[in-house]
C-alpha cells in the first residue's frame, strides 16, 4: 500500500482545497477497493478512495455503509436515482481537484447535482464561476448623452473639429441670426452632440445603473 500512497500523494498535489484523506486506514470489514454505482442507468467505476476525498459527502458516506442503506442493482452496484449526465464531472472532480466541463453543460446542473452529494469544495467553485459568468453578462449596456451647444457660423467648423473624448456630432440646427455686428449677421446654430456612458455592473460609476431605471 506504501508505493499506491506516495502515487496519491503526488497526483493529488496539484489539486485545491482538498483534504488529503489517504493514511486513514479503511474502516474495518470494508469491501473491496473498487466501487460500482450505478447513476439513473448509468454505471461508473471508481474506487472507494476517490469517493471519500471529500468525507462529509453523500458518496463517501454511502461507500463506507454509515446509516445509509442503498439499494443496489444486480451486480451489485449502489442504485442512485440522480441524472447520469452530471455525474461524471463530478466524479472527475473527486478524482483530481479540477472542474472539467463540456461547453454545453449547465453549471445549474452541476450544482444541482453538487449540492445533493454535499460536495463542499465543487460548489464554491462552481458559484464562483457563475458568479463571474453574470458579472460578464449583466455589463449594462451603454447610455447616450446628449449635449446642446451654441454657437456662430464661424465657430462652428473649429467645434467640430475638436470635438474629443468620445462626443459624436450629431446634429445642427440652424435658428436664423441673432446677433448684427456691424452690417454682418452672424448666423447661430445649436449644434447637438452625443456620448456613450459604460457602467460598470459593481456600481462603481456615478451615473445610476441600468437596472435602477427601469
Known amino acids: 500500500g506504501v508505493r499506491m500512497r506516495m502515487e496519491c500523494r503526488e497526483e493529488m498535489e496539484g489539486a485545491v482545497g482538498l483534504r488529503c484523506a489517504w493514511d486513514i486506514p479503511p474502516p474495518a470489514g470494508t469491501q473491496a477497493k473498487w466501487v460500482r454505482l450505478n447513476v439513473g442507468g448509468t454505471v461508473f467505476l471508481t474506487t472507494r478512495q476517490t469517493l471519500c476525498r471529500e468525507q462529509k459527502s453523500f458518496l463517501c458516506r454511502l461507500c463506507q455503509g454509515e446509516e445509509l442503506q442503498s439499494d443496489r442493482d444486480e451486480t451489485g452496484a449502489y442504485l442512485i436515482d440522480r441524472d447520469p449526465t452530471y455525474f461524471g464531472p463530478i466524479l472527475n472532480f473527486l478524482r483530481h481537484g479540477k472542474l472539467v466541463l463540456?461547453?454545453?453543460?449547465?453549471?445549474?446542473?452541476?450544482?444541482?447535482?453538487?449540492?445533493?452529494?454535499?460536495?463542499?469544495?465543487?460548489?464554491?467553485?462552481?458559484k464562483d464561476r457563475m458568479e463571474e459568468k453574470d458579472y460578464t453578462v449583466t455589463q449594462v449596456p451603454p447610455k447616450h448623452v446628449y449635449r446642446v451647444l451654441q454657437c456662430q457660423e464661424e465657430e462652428l467648423t473649429q467645434m467640430v473639429s475638436t470635438m474629443s473624448d468620445g462626443w459624436r456630432f450629431e446634429q445642427l440646427v440652424n435658428i436664423g441670426s441673432s446677433y448684427n455686428y456691424g452690417n454682418e449677421d452672424q448666423t447661430e446654430f445649436l449644434c447637438v452632440v452625443s456620448k456613450e456612458l459604460y457602467n460598470s455592473p459593481s456600481g462603481l460609476s456615478s451615473e445610476p445603473s441600468h437596472k435602477a431605471k427601469v
Not at 102 to 126: C, H, Q, S, T, V
Open 102 to 126: 463540456d461547453k454545453d453543460m449547465a453549471e445549474e446542473g452541476i450544482l444541482e447535482e453538487a449540492e445533493f452529494y454535499n460536495i463542499g469544495p465543487l460548489i464554491r467553485i462552481i
